[in-house]
């Protein structure tokens, strides 16, 4: 009998022993710097019955920080197995796996929260995951519904004016962002929304009021930048160019100081990578990528005409627009993360490891992280601007997609780049040297996969686009094997969602008003102009 009792308490013990064992060797794992290593422990652990949330939530966290989605998520879905009633999990796992590119699960997950939500916060975390994925429908329903249970959150009211302003409802985007900014709640943001929200006129503008806001702001003041900014752009629709400029000037050199350690090296250093690994050898002995040929990628450099290809394209019955999708980017970042740690390396530069994945699981991966939205169509477009970076790994992963490079003058496109404020991109924007030295190093890249991958990529000039848009557009679907639609000219018909700065411009007719803009400033924008034709660039034109 004590022999029987004795081995119901050892077998009671095991599952904690067990455990504390595998916490141990993954411990040791973590100490050796052995990512890969506590990886495979770790997800030993995380079936165990004795494991804790606590531990879970750790596990988490080390899954993020290591760019490994199979640890994150499969901490992440343990601790909601653990408390499947738990509407907070369930919210925050459908976030990571957006995160990590898993949008069918993501929405598959908030599917089944939005009935359960009951509190004005549930509705806004629904909301915002809703906006992260890019239904922005969606998300706008979730906040209307928060708005109901607490009609005075203005973090809820700023998030509902942002997708009234992708979605075209620019009316009732404005009138928030003007309340808002009366109750002094994130009135930098707001005004440089608004402000892009329509063309400014000499009877509606706010241009005296963003006077009165920046003369209060204190000195050095972080809301500055936005501020002026949003002056800059109302000045520029009223035809003040050279005050505009200075405000533009003010904004952008105020913001620079805020990235003390960005170096625009590091868009040099990524042309070398991608220039040194995808060579024509390379290329012609890839392994073989995945055969859809559903994907359209629309790239430039930004603020370069992509957003109008799109919407053309998105027009076409046979092609949706999706927007700007980082996925690819993303997803080939996670690998290129395993697959260094396979090999001992703790921090790789990821463009080197790109030429080292599995193209073809790659690939399927990318075009099931587009689901549920694509699919539905012959063709989805994936408009992200720097996918410039990664044709060659497109080419390889994708052999049977289409890329189509928009360009327009040089000129042009830097200083509609420098207009613009960017939130956690193109840190180069901001300094007319660099954005010279970083447009050099695209129109570098963009040669090389030219020489390497010739006859690929489909070429659209803006300038002939908007000057000839019938004509520009019609060659641009033969290109892509679509047929003839009068509804691409149709800038009232709908064509999917238009998150960018260029939204409500697209929404209108095509107009040809930014074309040669820089002359405005030509004087201003010296410095600009001197690094672009020292690097070969003609401008004149």
């Not at 030219?450 to 300038?463: F, M, R, T």
């Not at 697209?506 to 690097?535: C, D, F, I, N, T």
Request: hydrophobic share 40%; aromatic share 8%; net charge negative.
């Amino acid at each position: 009998m004590r022999d029987e009792r004795q081995a119901t308490l050892a077998q009671q013990f095991k599952p904690e022993a067990d455990a504390q064992r595998m916490r141990l060797r993954i411990r040791r794992a973590v100490e050796a710097g052995n990512e890969q290593e506590a990886i495979k422990l770790a997800l030993r652990l995380i079936p165990m019955p004795a494991i804790t949330p606590e531990e879970l939530v750790e596990l988490t966290a080390l899954g993020r920080k290591w760019f490994a989605p199979e640890l994150a998520l499969s901490a992440f879905k343990r601790l909601h197995q653990l408390d499947p009633d738990n509407l907070a999990t369930l919210l925050a796992l459908a976030g990571m796996e957006q995160q990590f590119c898993r949008s069918s699960d993501a929405f598959r997950h908030l599917s089944d929260a939005g009935p359960r939500c009951r509190t004005a916060d549930d509705f806004m975390r629904l909301g915002l995951i809703y906006d992260r994925l890019g239904d922005v429908e969606a998300a706008r329903d979730a906040f209307q519904s928060s708005l109901k249970l607490s009609p005075d959150n203005a973090h809820t009211q700023f998030n509902l004016a942002v997708c009234y302003g992708f979605l075209g409802d620019v009316g009732k985007a404005e009138s928030i962002y003007d309340n808002l900014i009366a109750r002094k709640f994130k009135q930098e943001h707001a005004s440089q929304n608004r402000s892009w929200l329509r063309k400014q006129t000499p009877e509606k503008n706010h241009v005296g009021e963003l006077r009165a806001l920046i003369k209060d702001l204190p000195q050095g003041s972080k809301d500055a930048p936005r501020m002026l900014y949003a002056l800059a752009k109302e000045l520029d629709d009223l035809g003040n160019a050279e005050e505009a400029f200075k405000c533009y000037e003010a904004a952008a050199s105020a913001h620079r100081t805020s990235l003390p350690d960005y170096d625009v090296q590091i868009e040099l250093d990524r042309v070398e990578e991608y220039t040194r690994h995808f060579t024509p050898e390379f290329l012609a002995s890839s392994a073989e990528g995945h055969a859809s040929e559903e994907p359209i990628f629309v790239v430039s450099m930004p603020r370069a005409g992509s957003t109008l290809v799109e919407q053309i394209l998105g027009r076409h019955s046979e092609v949706f627009a999706a927007g700007e999708i980082d996925n690819l980017l993303r997803l080939a970042d996670f690998a290129a993360a395993r697959a260094a740690r396979e090999e001992g390396v703790s921090e790789p530069f990821y463009p080197s490891w790109h030429a080292k994945l599995d193209f073809k699981a790659l690939g399927q991966d990318y075009v099931d992280s587009t689901r549920p939205r694509t699919g539905h169509t012959r063709h989805f477009v994936d408009k992200l601007p720097t996918n410039y970076n990664l044709i060659g790994l497109i080419a390889c992963v994708l052999p049977n997609a289409k890329i189509v490079h928009v360009y327009r003058n040089p000129m042009d496109t830097c200083f509609a780049m420098y207009r613009q404020l960017f939130d956690r991109a193109y840190n180069y924007t901001y300094d007319q040297t660099e954005l010279g030295k970083a447009y050099l190093a695209y129109r570098r890249l963009m040669d090389h996969w030219e020489a390497v991958l010739p006859g690929k990529i489909i070429h659209v000039s803006y300038d002939e686009l908007v000057s000839d848009t019938e004509g520009v557009a019609c060659d641009l679907l033969d290109q892509l094997g679509l047929s003839w639609e009068e509804a691409c000219l149709d800038h009232g018909a709908q064509s999917g969602l238009t998150k960018s700065a260029s939204a409500v411009q697209v929404r209108g007719p095509v107009y040809q008003s930014s074309v040669g803009k820089w002359r405005q400033v030509e004087r201003e924008l010296a410095p600009l102009r001197e690094v672009l034709e020292a690097g070969g660039v003609e401008t004149a034109h």
